[in-house]
């Protein structure tokens, strides 16, 4: 088996979903919160000769629709010289010790493209809306809807027809998809399965890599309160800022 395959059965059978921590017993494991088949999207990994554009991410996962995504599939495609510019170009934060910053340094990049990778390609293909498709039916049992694992009652709402993610969540649409993707990376970045997934094959450099994982995670995040908006009352951040870094500060 390659290792594209490799990694398609991995995220399929194993890590994802029932790794999750709302996953329940139902559901082979995954939960009434995933679609009954779990397909990974297509994985690419490029150098990029040049990108014209106001922001170069270091990965895309398309289409940007959940409801696409979620009956139509998606792709995911990585950057790997755009993330290692990023780094090389990036200092690392002052509150990193001087002892630290070697090691921190040295295992960034990596880091950086597993946390991108789940980001991506399990953290954004991952979920099921829960929904009336059409006029009295529902792609859930709603005589017996899912628990909602935050008050441990049925869940009492639903898309209705005709609406999606971003026609009910507006501005904060994407905002929320980011952190729910962020969350998920970084709570799956560390478990040794996964490292040794992301060519992570040489044993001894597995312990170096969980150590950095939340130093490396937490390096940027003093920049991201100078988006805060200091005129709001609540100092929430700036609703015009760009949607993937508002997560941040969740």
């Given at each position: 088996m ?44 490029v ?12 990965g ?12 139509c ?109 962020n ?56 609703d ?11």
């Amino acid at each position: 088996m390659g290792r594209s395959e490799t990694r398609q059965s991995f995220i399929a059978k194993s890590c994802f979903p029932t790794g999750l921590p709302w996953a329940s017993s139902e559901n082979d494991g995954k939960g009434p919160f995933e679609a009954s088949l779990f397909q990974a999207p297509d994985f690419t990994i490029v150098h990029a000769l040049a990108c014209c554009a106001s922001v170069v991410w270091d990965g895309v996962n398309l289409p940007n629709y959940s409801d696409i995504r979620e009956t139509c599939g998606l792709k995911n495609i990585q950057f790997w010289n755009r993330m290692a510019i990023r780094v090389e170009s990036h200092p690392l934060s002052r509150h990193v010790h001087p002892s630290e910053a070697k090691p921190l340094k040295a295992s960034t990049q990596m880091v950086n493209f597993v946390t991108a990778s789940i980001h991506e390609l399990i953290g954004h293909g991952s979920g099921k809306l829960l929904s009336e498709t059409a006029p009295n039916v529902y792609n859930f049992n709603k005589d017996r809807p899912p628990t909602n694992p935050l008050t441990g009652q049925a869940v009492e709402s639903w898309y209705k027809p005709g609406q999606t993610w971003t026609s009910v969540f507006g501005k904060l649409a994407i905002t929320v998809e980011e952190c729910r993707a962020n969350l998920i990376s970084y709570y799956l970045a560390d478990e040794k399965e996964v490292l040794r997934l992301f060519v992570l094959e040489d044993e001894a450099s597995i312990p170096d890599c969980q150590c950095n994982t939340s130093p490396s995670c937490s390096n940027s995040s003093p920049r991201y309160p100078l988006i805060l908006n200091v005129s709001h009352p609540l100092c929430v951040p700036d609703d015009r800022d760009q949607g993937h870094r508002r997560p941040r500060l969740v």
